[in-house]
């Protein structure tokens, strides 16, 4: 069965340094976004890409984040100067043409220290 | 952000019995409701989902129930297996389906 796969699946970074999570979406998708769940917190929406661009963000996706696909098969998440409170599981997802559900990847734990 | 929101942070049921999981919502523009399964260490799985022109949708052990005038819908299980235990979470999106809005989760436990 098709799956969402994201790499790696934990990160340990020091703060003010720049990560990147990557993500091998389903392959005939078309919509990708990143959510991230803060321990013990809510599953939040973070951004959401379609036909190579941004389609909705949230409050929570600033300046310092940013999303690329940059080949056809994976979609990164870059965060470029770590804070403390960036330390979550971010999980990437994809959906087909919009109109069905979206498939979890199994997550990465970002630990920011 | 409270506009799905999970009022039982938990709940235990015999195997063999039904269960049931609430989730409650305040914005009357969603139209889509999905119910996700999670365990430890491992991302959300899609489980069951409804549009908001129906009134129940059924798969299996699982059926998603949705009381639009009340905002409210739940999963019932039936009937539970100990495999069922883990973190349930609703989700609901408007219209294009690029943001979900997740409730907090309800832990359930299966008891053998």
């Known amino acids: 069965e098709p799956e969402v796969t994201q790499t790696p699946s934990h990160q340990v970074t020091q703060m003010g340094q720049e990560v990147i999570l990557r993500c091998v979406p389903i392959s005939n998708h078309l919509y990708f976004y990143w959510y991230r769940q803060i321990l013990g917190q809510k599953v939040e929406f973070l951004v959401s890409?379609?036909?190579?661009?941004?389609?909705?963000k949230s409050e929570i996706f600033d300046d310092q984040f940013s999303v690329e696909r940059p080949d056809g098969s994976n979609f990164t998440l870059k965060i470029r100067s770590t804070k403390l409170e960036d330390s979550a599981m971010y999980f990437c997802?994809?959906?087909?043409?919009?109109?069905?559900?979206?498939?979890f990847g199994q997550g990465t734990r970002l630990t920011v220290v | 952000d409270q506009q799905v929101k999970q009022n039982s942070p938990s709940l235990s049921v015999q195997e063999g019995r039904i269960s049931i999981l609430n989730c409650d919502y305040t914005?009357?523009?969603?139209?889509?409701f999905l119910w996700y399964k999670k365990y430890p260490a491992e991302g959300p799985t899609f489980l069951i989902s409804?549009?908001?022109?129906?009134d129940k949708n059924e798969d299996g052990r699982f059926t998603v129930f949705l009381n639009k005038s009340a905002k409210h819908l739940s999963l019932h299980i039936v009937p539970s297996q100990p495999g069922d235990s883990a973190v349930y979470f609703c989700a609901a999106s408007i219209n294009n389906f690029n943001k979900f809005y997740f409730g907090s989760g309800t832990k359930l436990n299966v008891k053998p």
């Open positions: 890409f379609y036909n190579n661009e941004i389609s909705e």
């Open positions: 409804i549009s908001s022109i129906k």
């Open positions: 997802a994809s959906s087909d043409d919009g109109n069905t559900e979206a498939f």
């Open positions: 914005n009357s523009m969603f139209d889509y």
